[in-house]
C-alpha cells in the first residue's frame, strides 16, 4: 500500500483551506466565483465523465485538434486545448445561468415562531435585503430575551409570476426585501393571551391603534398600563374592542427603533380580518422620491432573467413617490 506524499498532502490541506475560504467569505465577488464553480461542476471536469481515451501523446492531441477544426467546433477546440494544458475554461458570468450576480441579495433571517396553534402559519425564515438584516434579526432576538414574541411573515422567496393584466401589481416593497409583515396569526384572536396586540393604552393620546408587543415587567422602553385589544368576532364579521387589564407592552416601533423598518399606528379599526396594514414594517432608506426606479432597485437583489419573467418586467421605469412606486 502506498503511502501519500507530503507534497499530496500539503495540496490538500490547501484545497480545503481554499473551500472553507469560498464557503465563508461574502460578498458579491465572491458569490459570483461561487456561482461559476457551480456551473464549472454541472457543465465541465469529471462530474461526467470523459467519452474519450485521455490523449496518450502529441500526435493524438493534434489528432484531436485537427478533427474539430475540421468540424468548425472553434470554441470547442479551444476549450480542448485549454483542458490538455490543465488550464480553466474561460466562462463569461452571464453563460445563460441566470445573469450577473446581483450587489445584494436577500438573506434569510431565523423566525421566532409561537409554540401554540397560532405559530402554524409562521414560516421558518423571512427573507430580508441582506443589508437590512441584521438589526431585524437583533430586534426580534432582543424581544425574545424579554419574554416575548415577535414572528414576521414575508411572501415566498421569488418575484410574482405576470398577473396577464387580471388582478393588480403586488407591492414590490416585499420582494425588495424591504417590507415584512409582523405574523397576523400572533394578534387578534384573544388579546389577553395572544403575543401581539393591536389596541391602545389608556395613556394614550387620541383613539387610533397601535401594535404592542407583551413582554416580562421591567423590560427597557416597556410600559405597564391599562390596555384595550382589538378582537375579531366571527359571527359579527367586525371588531370588537376587549379590555385586558394592566399589562407590559412594548410598543413595536420601539421594539424595532434600531433597526431600518418602521411601523405606522392606525388612525381607525381595519376594515376586515384580511387587512394587514397594521402589520407592516417597511424599510425605505435611500429611496428617493422622484427619482428611485423599480427596475434598479430590483436589480440589486434579482438577476436580470428573473426580472424579466416577473410581475414588474412592464413596470420597471415605475419612480418612488414618496409611498409607492407609480
Known amino acids: 500500500m502506498s503511502t501519500p506524499s507530503v507534497s499530496d498532502a ?40 470523459s467519452r474519450i481515451p485521455a490523449p496518450r501523446n502529441i500526435t493524438e ?33 452571464d453563460d445563460g445561468a441566470g445573469g450577473t450576480v446581483p450587489p445584494l441579495r436577500l438573506v434569510q433571517i431565523a423566525n421566532d415562531r409561537l409554540p401554540s396553534p397560532a405559530g402554524d402559519g409562521v414560516p421558518l425564515s423571512v427573507g430580508v435585503r441582506q443589508d437590512l438584516a441584521a438589526g431585524l434579526q437583533a430586534a426580534v432576538a432582543d424581544v425574545r430575551a424579554a419574554a416575548g414574541h415577535l414572528p414576521l411573515w414575508g411572501p415566498p422567496a421569488a418575484l410574482p409570476a405576470p398577473t396577464g393584466g387580471t388582478g393588480p401589481t403586488p407591492d414590490p416593497l416585499p420582494y425588495l426585501g424591504r417590507e415584512v409583515w409582523v405574523a397576523p396569526t400572533a394578534a387578534l384572536t384573544d388579546p389577553e393571551t395572544d403575543p401581539i396586540v393591536l389596541g391602545r393604552a389608556s395613556t394614550d393620546p387620541g383613539a387610533g391603534y397601535r401594535v404592542g408587543v407583551r413582554v416580562a415587567d ?11 385589544g382589538l378582537k375579531w368576532d366571527a359571527v359579527g364579521g367586525a371588531f370588537l374592542e376587549a379590555g385586558i387589564g394592566t399589562v407590559t407592552m412594548l410598543a413595536l416601533e420601539k421594539a424595532i427603533a434600531a433597526t431600518p423598518f418602521v411601523s405606522r399606528p392606525l388612525t381607525a379599526v381595519p376594515p376586515s380580518r384580511g387587512d394587514y396594514a397594521w402589520a407592516r414594517m417597511v424599510a425605505v432608506a435611500g429611496l428617493l422620491p422622484g427619482a428611485s426606479r423599480l ?17 414588474y418586467a412592464d413596470h420597471l421605469d415605475a419612480v418612488w413617490d414618496g409611498a409607492a412606486f407609480v
Not at 67 to 92: D, N, Q, R
Not at 218 to 228: K, L, N, P, Q, R
Open 10 to 49: 500539503a495540496g490538500d490541506a490547501l484545497v480545503l483551506a481554499l473551500t472553507d475560504v469560498i464557503k465563508g467569505a461574502s460578498g458579491p465577488e465572491i458569490q459570483q466565483a461561487q456561482a461559476m464553480l457551480l456551473r464549472r461542476l454541472a457543465t465541465q471536469g469529471d462530474v461526467i465523465p
Open 61 to 93: 492531441v493534434g489528432g484531436y485538434l485537427n478533427l474539430l477544426t475540421e468540424l468548425g467546433e472553434t470554441t470547442m477546440c479551444k476549450g480542448m486545448l485549454g483542458a490538455a494544458l490543465g488550464l480553466a475554461a474561460s466562462v463569461p458570468a
Open 218 to 228: 421591567g423590560t427597557a422602553e416597556a410600559e405597564s398600563a391599562d390596555w384595550v
Open 295 to 311: 427596475g434598479d432597485e430590483l436589480a440589486l437583489v434579482w438577476t436580470g432573467d428573473q426580472i424579466v419573467q416577473s410581475a
